[in-house]
């Protein structure tokens, strides 16, 4: 769309010291070119509202710390062009389905509580091997694709504002520690199927999925947790069903003893300090 | 434990439905368009093609299948609904077991009426 | 340390609903909870009203007179229809929820095609098969009779 001349950016405003409740406060702002969302925060913390809180950090759509819900959708604040919204009033409001602590920080603690106890590490039996490594352990492009979509995932918690089901049920883990704990589980290098199975084959697991699809929609880095979340249940699934062998984790390579320098490679200059 | 395998029963049970619910659809609200299966009258729930499919062990088999299986199914789906709601763990436990009891209730009264239904027929 | 439990902000029901935000595979899982629901509901009827038929030829014939009226005719359609539905889409949800129709992981490389744009063309067939079916049963209900 053309760029707007000034832009109305409607804020959920929260202060837990005071007893009111959340209301919104309406800002308006010139448009700069290449205004985010974030861009227009900053501006209206620096000149007009001083105590508007948010969480950002990288402004560059890495690190995962400024979801918000914005014009309905679940997504990072740093990445939304003002223009890409379609209309010159923005609505910001924290991201739904956590509890807000303020203004537009929510409580991410449910979520990563959750992350936890889905054990998203590397989990092997030669415990030796893993904290005083001989070696590398071996992993081909064909193993490293069947995980490498999943490791992209930045812990923004846009899939947990967009699920149906997170909505409405506290135990249900939720897309992001559901595709984590499958990113590990699909690591060729890691061997704790059975140990997250314990904790995946309750209701902390994904069993409250129904393939609505919103948590992969949602995704601002492309991780598409739904994809994971079905592969994993077909595996849990199998695995009842004795159908399912979890692959022997990666063995380590030696490290390689006589290393050969190729014909066609010159030898780098004299060093000169 | 119990999520892992009560998920994988809901998605057998579904694929049984499937075929029989399909069958049953197929003879009761299709029968103009394929006509299958009812021998005494144009009118799939006249008298006369209700004893003719109780005669057969074909039938009374299929009722009972597919009487367990969408009971299982169903209440099942009802009961991820209510529990995404987020009750407590004292309604669970009461969901759970009205649910466990009513579906287990209702379909000895089916399968009996469905054994019953055949004993009649062959005597007819 | 955080010590107080902040303002609660879930979604509840609405968050089911979302409709006009997000896609198609929404409405198909809101529509899917809709239609199992009335099946249940009709199928534990169901249940007694047929029961009838281990009564002898008088208890059948009652049982389906009060069944009989226009009103139920519709009834039953909407039934049909609703199983149509809900079995085509669960064929697909079995295809989905087992991670074979919705594509291999791949590097996301933007813009993301993700599962959902996989499997949207088994989303399409399934509303087209859906509503042959439903058309076929309309065709049987209310012209051939």
Redesign the interface.
């Known amino acids: 769309m053309t760029a707007p001349a000034n832009v109305t950016f409607r804020i959920r405003r ?1 202060d ?1 010291a005071t007893q009111q ?2 209301a919104w406060e309406d800002v308006t702002l010139p448009y700069t070119h290449g205004m985010t969302v974030l861009d227009g925060l900053r501006t209206i913390k620096e000149t007009r509202a001083a105590t508007l809180a948010w969480r950002s950090s990288c402004r560059m759509g890495v690190c995962g710390s400024c979801g918000m819900f914005i014009n ?2 679940p997504r990072l604040a740093c990445n939304t062009q003002i223009t890409e919204l379609g209309t010159s009033l923005v609505t910001v409001a ?8 303020r203004d537009l920080v ?2 991410l ?1 449910p979520m990563f509580d959750a992350h936890a106890a889905l054990m998203p590490h590397i989990i092997r039996e030669d415990t030796t091997e893993m904290y005083e490594p001989t070696g590398e352990y071996f992993q081909n492009p064909h193993e490293l ?6 490791t ?1 995932c930045i812990k923004c918690g846009c899939c947990m504002a ?11 883990s939720g897309p992001m520690p559901l595709a984590q704990s499958h990113r590990y589980n ?1 690591d060729s290098r890691d061997g704790g199927f059975h140990a997250r ?1 314990q904790v ?4 902390r ?1 994904p ?8 948590c ?2 949602a ?1 601002p ?4 947790p ?3 979340i ?5 595996q ?2 199998f ?3 004795r159908l399912y062998k979890q692959p022997c984790p990666s063995k380590v390579v030696a490290k390689p003893t006589e290393i050969k320098r190729r014909a066609d490679v010159p030898e780098a200059p004299a060093a000169t300090i | 434990m119990r999520d892992q395998r009560l998920w994988t029963w809901h998605v057998l049970a579904g694929l049984v439905i499937l075929v029989f619910l399909g069958l049953h659809m197929a003879i009761m609200h299709l029968d103009v368009l394929l006509g299958i299966f009812n021998p005494g009258d144009p009118h799939p729930i006249a008298w006369a093609n209700v004893v003719a499919r109780a005669k057969t062990g074909f039938f009374t088999f299929s009722y009972i299948v597919l009487l367990g299986a969408a009971l299982f199914h169903g209440l099942y789906g009802f009961r991820n609904i209510l529990f995404e709601l987020g009750p407590g763990p004292g309604v669970k436990r009461a969901a759970n077991l009205v649910l466990t009891v009513g579906g287990l209730g209702l379909f000895v009264f089916g399968a009996w009426a469905a054994w019953a239904a055949g004993t009649l027929a062959r005597t007819l | 340390m955080l010590d107080n439990q902040g303002h609660p902000n879930r979604l509840g029901i609405w968050g089911w609903l979302g409709g006009g935000r997000w896609g198609f595979e929404r409405y198909l899982y809101t529509l899917h909870r809709l239609t199992g629901l009335g099946l249940l509901c009709y199928f534990l009827l169901h249940i007694f009203v047929t029961s009838a038929r281990a009564f002898g030829p008088e208890a059948w014939a009652a049982s389906m007179a009060r069944v009989s009226g226009p009103l139920f005719v519709v009834g039953e359609f909407l039934v049909f229809s609703a199983f149509a539905f809900h079995a085509v889409n669960g064929v697909r949800l079995v295809l989905v929820e087992l991670g074979w129709a919705i594509g291999k992981p791949i590097e996301p490389i933007y813009p993301y095609r993700t599962s959902v744009h996989e499997q949207r063309p088994l989303a399409l067939g399934v509303m087209v098969l859906a509503g042959l079916i439903v058309l076929a049963g309309g065709l049987d209900f209310f012209i051939l009779h």
Request: charged content about 20%.
């Open positions: 929260y837990p409740p959340p309905g959708h924290p991201l739904p389905n956590f509890a807000i602590i929510p409580d603690r694709e069947q995980f490498l979509q999943f992209y967009a699920c149906p089901t997170v909505a409405t049920d506290p135990a249900y699909a199975k995946l084959a309750t209701e697991g069993w409250k999925c129904h393939y609505a699809g919103e992969s929609q995704c880095k492309g991780v598409d739904a994809r994971a079905q592969i994993m249940k077909r849990l699934v695995d009842y069903l």
